[in-house]
């Protein structure tokens, strides 16, 4: 499975981006797919995961992010509003085969991230 992250970008405090992963090399259906960040200096954190048909989300994101996934366009996206200066990260796109986790060590397929920032 190849993943590739793509809409960040440069926005305002209380804008809002749109996040999209394209899966590519098989069908990702049957897979759970998460969305990491990373900011400098700190470590990857989880961010949402999507599988079947349940979603979570880390707390500092749940009421502004949503996460969603197309199965028959194999996509994957992340819609954030109320952006806020500490969202600004590289954000990540993953997937696994079964259930869904915010373990970042039990995905098996990672995207090459896409810069969010986020300006006060």
């Known amino acids: 499975v190849q993943l590739q992250a793509s809409g960040g970008g440069l926005v305002q405090a209380g804008g809002s981006l749109r996040l999209s992963c394209a899966a590519s090399?098989?069908?990702?259906?049957?897979?759970?797919m998460g969305w990491f960040r990373q900011a400098p200096g700190k470590e990857r954190e989880f961010v949402a995961a999507?599988?079947?048909?349940?979603?979570t989300y880390a707390d500092s994101v749940k009421d502004r992010f949503t996460i969603s996934r197309d199965n028959a366009k194999n996509m994957v996206y992340l819609q954030m509003n109320s952006l806020k200066p500490e969202d600004t990260a590289v954000y990540y796109c993953?997937?696994?085969?079964?259930?869904?986790?915010?373990?970042?060590?039990?995905?098996?397929?990672w995207g090459q991230g896409t810069q969010v920032t986020v300006s006060s």
């Open positions: 090399g098989r069908t990702v259906s049957g897979y759970a």
């Open positions: 999507v599988g079947w048909s349940d979603r």
């Open positions: 993953s997937a696994r085969w079964g259930r869904q986790t915010g373990w970042a060590s039990e995905y098996d397929y």
